[in-house]
């Protein structure tokens, strides 16, 4: 089967950091994605790992864990635009289904 | 950013109505798809084409009936939707399937009365 979870919401500070967390448990593993989409709007790519690891992008930072089916994606500085959902993707190459995605994390930013 | 897009952004319809939905990419891509996303609810992936190639998730109603008449357009036609059809239709396209970072429009915003 194919399992993402992802919490439903965090709240943080405005100029803080924060760490939103991705379990998977899926047949098969080739990537996992973040994508972040503001209300109304596309979701947009933000990172991919699919090696142990962190992969460092400005403000946002991705990890990986493929032991322990676990990543997560770092948000430092935190800015108001930054209040948004944030979706986690897994690519199982064992599906039928390119990318399975949790069901997102809406983050809100607060002054 | 303009490399998908879709049309119409909003669409409110009646259960017996025909509709369609309209996706383009601009980025050169062989592989797009339909997502439906409902609020609390994963992306769920409805189709994917690949080229000449459709994928299709065998729990989609037949009363959405995806086209792909080249490797930049995709449709999705509607008919005698249900009110639990509402919810934001996201086109997505990729490099190939299953292979590379999908890019997604801006949806559209289905209502079905």
């Known amino acids: 089967g194919q399992n993402i979870d992802q919490p439903t919401e965090m709240t943080a500070t405005e100029g803080a950091i924060v760490q939103i967390n991705c379990t998977y448990q899926?047949?098969?593993?080739?990537?996992l994605f973040w994508y972040q989409q503001h209300a109304g709007e596309a979701p947009t790519f933000l990172s991919y790992?699919?090696?142990?690891g962190l992969e460092e992008k400005g403000r946002f930072s991705s990890f990986l864990s493929r032991s322990k089916g676990y990543s997560y994606l770092l948000l430092k500085e935190l800015q108001m635009k930054d209040s948004a959902s944030y979706l986690c993707?897994?690519?199982?190459?064992?599906?039928?289904?390119?990318?399975?995605f949790g069901k997102g994390t809406r983050l809100s930013v607060i002054a | 950013e303009t490399g998908v897009t879709q049309t119409p952004r909003h669409l409110v319809m009646g259960m017996t109505n025909k509709k369609s939905l309209k996706c383009e990419q601009h980025?050169?891509?062989?592989?797009m798809y339909w997502y439906k996303q409902s609020a609390k609810k994963p992306l769920e992936l409805m189709f994917v084409?690949?080229?000449?190639?459709?994928?299709e998730n065998n729990s989609v109603p037949s009363r959405f009936s995806p086209e792909c008449p080249n490797s930049s357009h995709l449709f999705l036609h509607l008919h005698t939707l249900q009110p639990e059809d509402s919810a934001l239709y996201l086109c997505?396209?990729?490099?190939?399937?299953?292979?590379?970072?999908?890019?997604f429009g801006p949806g559209t915003r289905l209502t079905v009365l």
């Open positions: 997505a396209s990729s490099q190939a399937r299953g292979t590379d970072t999908q890019y």
């Open positions: 899926t047949s098969g593993f080739n990537g």
């Open positions: 790992n699919v090696l142990d």
């Open positions: 993707a897994v690519r199982d190459p064992s599906g039928n289904t390119p990318l399975v």
């Open positions: 980025l050169g891509h062989n592989a």
């Open positions: 084409y690949s080229l000449e190639e459709r994928v």
